[in-house]
């Protein structure tokens, strides 16, 4: 399989919203496409434009949904593509590298062996579950036996528990990330570009083009041709940019529309490829 284009993009926050992410007026929510239903109801939506161009995004270029959702939740996602599921997706924020819906072993080992590098999860794990606490956590989880993340409550959440819990986690070679409504632990040597760069390899794509609001979209962004983020998230927050980035005009589901817009015209405009995989 050779493509000319690979379309990496992340999934919550950055093409995909929630009601009160999309942050869109009452009026307009009813018109929002369901691309998600979890527990009988309706979870994530698209605004009806960035539908109808995801699923425009031509033959040329392989879209690749790369996100830290486990296989599990991303499974629940139905992106508005032609056929039942994309031929490559990315999980657990690299951990996980789907073929037609199966995790590929090969990839799984190299996994293994790269998070040979950091602290173990469960020594991580049991950190978490003793500075998490229930006035503002609501539970700790463990993803896929690769991570783990909390639910929390915003509101009551300490001002610099994630600064303080981004430095334990990097003395122990991993790293922090506030998405939301959960904040994430994750090893450093678990990446999305990793998992790009050996899709990329395989389909022999000439370029890549990528999408990502938080932290843990950095290195994705970075690894890529040319990219794009959100008004809104992590990066935004932190004010990254990139000469090769640039950054949408509008946030929340607005947003979601001008990245799914611009990966439609700039793969159509087939960008300079190879620069940045090599990273």
Not at 22 to 38: H, K
Not at 94 to 109: C, E, F, H, K, M
Not at 131 to 146: F, M
Request: net charge positive.
């Amino acid at each position: 399989m050779t493509v000319r284009t690979l379309v990496a993009s992340d999934l919550d926050q950055t093409l995909i919203y929630s009601r009160r992410s999309a942050r869109l007026p009452e009026a307009e929510l009813s018109d929002l496409t369901c691309v998600e239903i979890y527990d009988g109801a309706p979870q994530s939506f698209m605004t009806p434009a960035a539908a109808r161009m995801l699923a425009a995004l031509p033959g040329s270029a392989l879209f690749v949904p790369v996100t830290t959702r486990t296989v599990e939740q991303l499974r629940r996602v139905r992106l508005p593509r032609p056929g039942a599921a994309p031929h490559h997706a990315i999980a657990a924020n690299g951990g996980v590298l789907l073929v037609d819906g199966v995790p590929d072993a090969q990839w799984s080992a190299q996994v293994a062996s790269a998070l040979g590098a950091s602290a173990p999860l469960d020594l991580v794990a049991t950190h978490v579950e003793a500075v998490c606490r229930p006035d503002w956590a609501r539970s700790v989880r463990r993803a896929g036996g690769l991570f783990c993340y909390a639910v929390i409550d915003r509101a009551t959440l300490p001002d610099r528990f994630v600064d303080d819990e981004s430095a334990w986690a990097d003395g122990h070679g991993w790293r922090v990330s506030l998405q939301g409504r959960k904040i994430y632990w994750v090893p450093r040597s678990l990446t999305k570009s990793a998992a790009v760069r050996e899709v990329a390899r395989r389909t022999g794509a000439r370029s890549v083009l990528a999408a990502g609001d938080s932290l843990l979209d950095l290195d994705l962004l970075e690894c890529a041709d040319l990219a794009i983020r959100p008004a809104h998230g992590e990066l935004h927050d932190s004010g990254w940019s990139a000469s090769h980035a640039r950054c949408t005009e509008r946030a929340g589901a607005r947003a979601g529309e001008e990245i799914v817009r611009w990966f439609l015209e700039t793969a159509a405009a087939t960008p300079t490829a190879g620069r940045r995989r090599s990273r």
